[in-house]
């Protein structure tokens, strides 16, 4: 990998932290939100309006996540290897 390769790696892998807080973020207003509406209120459109925003949080949450593992062993592969100039 070369060392521009590497930088942009760098950049991505950097990128996709900042990126995963945002679901992290919005599923604790989320949540915060659900709190505060009483649990006779617990059922209908507007609640599984609610969980379905939240699992797909979720899954957007695992997405991001696995990017970075791919991003991280890459990095971590790059390491063991001599960069090219």
Known sequence: ???DELKLAQ???QDLNSEIDQPDE???QMLTEME???EE???GEAWDSFTKR???LQAAQRAIGEKL???KAALANSVDKPTKQ
């Open 26 to 28: 919005q599923m604790d």
């Open 11 to 13: 950049g991505l892998l």
């Open 41 to 43: 209120r617990r059922s």
């Open 54 to 56: 939240f699992l797909d």
């Open 1 to 3: 990998m070369s060392s």
């Open 36 to 38: 505060g509406i009483p």
């Open 69 to 71: 593992k791919i991003a």
